[in-house]
T-cell receptor
Framework: NAGVMQNPRHLVRRRGQEARLRCSPVKGHSHVYWYRQLPEEGLKFMVYLQKENIIDESGMPKERFSAEFPKEGPSILRIQQVVRGDSAAYFC???????????FGPGTRLTVL | AQKITQTQPGMFVQEKEAVTLDCTYDTSDQSYGLFWYKQPSSGEMIFLIYQGSYDEQNATEGRYSLNFQKARKSANLVISASQLGDSAMYFCAMREVNAGGTSYGKLTFGQGTILTVHP
């Protein structure tokens, strides 16, 4: 009974490169959320997706960041032309269609050199 | 806008004692959910306990209980019989619930409290 899977767990990129973070939700969960945690801070909401739809992207930076949750396959958070300020832990969470609780993956630690 | 405040940056407790971690919230929504998550040094986020705004009873899950005082807008986490493995960062979070009682979406997190359990 697998929980939320995220890969890679650690990702190192140089400034200007692209980062792709993957999230496979709990089987049967159709809602996916992405959060970012900067050092010494709490988690900040980025985007909420259902299969093939972006429901709420109010926390996403306007440029360079995009997210998708295709009909088949994992959810992807994509950061283009990364900068040092993008260094953070990125968490994915999932919930069932009518569930109350979001279950988190282990996170991806992105380091931008 | 929703806001969560955790005023205790750090707390210390002796093993086997109880400890209360404070959380206050601000929302204009009538329906909402309150959560506590634990983040150990390994970094993952572990769900601990949930309280719905219309739940009359305080939520309990094993050694965890949520002291929900709606009028004061507080949702303190009580950990009984602390264990060394309880040492971690603890986050309080809130999510609005729509009129149909189904989940809406994003969680708003507090800044967290670092709990250290001494032997």
């Amino acid at each position: 009974n697998a929980g939320v899977m995220q890969n890679p767990r650690h990702l190192v990129r140089r400034r200007g490169q692209e980062a792709r973070l993957r999230c496979s939700p709990v089987k049967g969960h159709s809602h996916v959320y992405w959060y970012r945690q900067l050092p010494e801070e709490g988690l900040k909401f980025m985007v909420y997706l259902q299969k093939e739809n972006i429901i709420d992207e109010s926390g996403m930076p306007k440029e360079r960041f995009s997210a998708e949750f295709p009909k088949e396959g994992p959810s992807i958070l994509r950061i283009q032309q990364v900068v040092r300020g993008d260094s953070a832990a990125y968490f994915c969470a999932s919930s069932p269609p009518f569930g109350d609780t979001q279950y988190f993956g282990p996170g991806t630690r992105l380091t931008v050199l | 806008a929703q806001k969560i405040t955790q005023t205790q940056p750090g707390m210390f407790v002796q093993e086997k004692e109880a400890v209360t971690l404070d959380c206050t919230y601000d929302t204009s929504d009538q329906s909402y959910g309150l959560f506590w998550y634990k983040q150990p040094s390994s970094g993952e986020m572990i769900f601990l306990i949930y309280q719905g705004s219309y739940d009359e009873q305080n939520a309990t899950e094993g050694r965890y209980s949520l002291n929900f005082q709606k009028a004061r807008k507080s949702a303190n986490l009580v950990i009984s019989a602390s264990q060394l493995g309880d040492s971690a960062m603890y986050f309080c979070a809130m999510r609005e619930v729509n009129a149909g009682g189904t989940s809406y979406g994003k969680l708003t997190f507090g800044q967290g409290t670092i709990l250290t359990v001494h032997p």
